[in-house]
Every structure is written in structure tokens, then in C-alpha cells.
T-cell receptor
Framework: KAGVTQTPRYLIKTRGQQVTLSCSPI?????VSWYQQTPGQGLQFLFE???????NKGNFPGRFSGRQFSNSRSEMNVSTLELGDSALYLC????????????FGPGTRLLVL | QKEVEQDPGPLSVPEGAIVSLNCTYS??????FMWYRQYSRKGPELLMY????GNKEDGRFTAQVDKSSKYISLFIRDSQPSDSATYLC?????????FGGGTRLMVKP
């Protein structure tokens, strides 16, 4: 069974731009969660989607948003990029609601200049 | 006080050693306890998952949970150079995971 895939793997943007990251969960998984990983703050929860609805949201500004499609694929968007948004963005999928085991993709490494 | 405390290391051990990794937590709502392994520039990989106090063994790995002390451990027996990675404890309450900062482990041949 194919794992979680994320595209693109690497991205370089400049301040003020916006970016969209994509995540395809494991086949049959309906919950997708997004995390930000930085050396200083570690892994932090952004939001979780299930059946195209945001079920939970972490403590991030409104510049961070996401959505989920009917095939469970998910995208996250960051608008008005700041230098501090440079991070590894990880997507994780689980079978139903995120309470079960979450499986992570390889991440998208975003560098904001 | 942070919800999860994990020593960042690095922890350096010789090949074949028994490794002990630990996390303490403060949130009584945490119901599920996990250990992830993350190699450099890769996503975290689930190693162990448990929801009850006690020990759970899987090959060379043993996860231990003490809910009364709010303390979890991961033991690695016969450590190998390929075990060199960052180990993250994670806790689930509801629909989100809360991670420790990770412990960097180096196993030297």
C-alpha cells in the first residue's frame, strides 16, 4: 500500500508570497492532519480534516489555512509568507478521526527568503 | 511548564548497548502514547503505539507507560548504527498529536 505523499518536496518563496502544499493520504484513510516542524518549536499541530471538514485547529494565525477534497486529498495554504514560516510541513493520515495511529509523509521543506 | 518534556540529547552509545529514552507529560487527558523515529530530512515513522500502562514489546523495542507518574519510556535492545535518528514521543488527546521535542540518538559502530 502506498504511503502518504506530499508535493512539492522543496519550495523556496520570498516574503509576502503565498504557497500551497498538497498531501495525498494512504488509500482508505479519511483523516488528514498537518504539522509544522522547526528546530526551535519542534513539531506543532496545525489542523486536522475529516470528511472535508476541519475538525481541530492548532494555535496558528489565520494566514494558515487548509481544505480537504472528497477523495481525502488535502491542501494547506500559507498567505503573506514570513521568514519564520520556513519549516518542514508534514502531513499525516489516519483511518478515521486521528485518534488512531497517524502515518506521516516525507514533508515539504519550505524556505522563505 | 511544557505539556511534554523530553531530553534533546544527543545521546551517544556504542553498538549493542541498551538505550533508554524517556518523556514526562502533564496532561491527564492524553489517552494514547506513541514513539516515532525520524531520520534526517524524513518524516516521522511510527515505532510503537499503546494506550495502557505497562509494557509493550516489538522486536528490539519496548515501550513502557506509567500513567500514575505521567512517564513513558522507549527501550532499544542491541542498538545498531541504523538506529541513529531522532526519537519523538507523542501523545494523543482528541484529534491531535502533541510531540516532545525529540531525543537525538547516535549509535557508534
Amino acid at each position: 500500500k502506498a504511503g502518504v505523499t506530499q508535493t512539492p518536496r522543496y519550495l523556496i518563496k520570498t516574503r509576502g508570497q503565498q504557497v500551497t502544499l498538497s498531501c495525498s493520504p494512504i488509500s482508505g484513510h479519511r483523516s488528514v492532519s498537518w504539522y509544522q516542524q522547526t528546530p526551535g518549536q519542534g513539531l506543532q499541530f496545525l489542523f486536522e480534516y475529516f470528511s472535508e471538514t476541519q475538525r481541530n485547529k492548532g494555535n496558528f494565525p489565520g494566514r494558515f489555512s487548509g481544505r480537504q477534497f472528497s477523495n481525502s486529498r488535502s491542501e494547506m495554504n500559507v498567505s503573506t509568507l514570513e521568514l519564520g514560516d520556513s519549516a518542514l510541513y508534514l502531513c499525516a493520515s489516519s483511518l478515521v478521526t486521528g485518534r488512531e495511529t497517524q502515518y506521516f509523509g516525507p514533508g515539504t521543506r519550505l524556505l522563505v527568503l | 511548564q511544557k505539556e511534554v518534556e523530553q531530553d534533546p540529547g544527543p545521546l551517544s552509545v556504542p553498538e549493542g548497548a541498551i538505550v533508554s529514552l524517556n518523556c514526562t507529560y502533564s496532561n491527564s487527558a492524553f489517552q494514547y502514547f506513541m514513539w516515532y523515529r525520524q531520520y534526517s530530512r524524513k518524516g516521522p515513522e511510527l515505532l510503537m503505539y499503546t494506550y495502557s500502562s505497562g509494557n509493550k514489546e516489538d522486536g528490539r523495542f519496548t515501550a513502557q507507560v506509567d500513567k500514575s507518574s505521567k512517564y513513558i519510556s522507549l527501550f532499544i535492545r542491541d542498538s545498531q548504527p541504523s538506529d541513529s535518528a531522532t526519537y519523538l514521543c507523542a501523545f494523543n488527546a482528541g484529534n491531535m498529536l502533541t510531540f516532545g521535542g525529540g531525543t537525538r540518538l547516535m549509535v557508534k559502530p
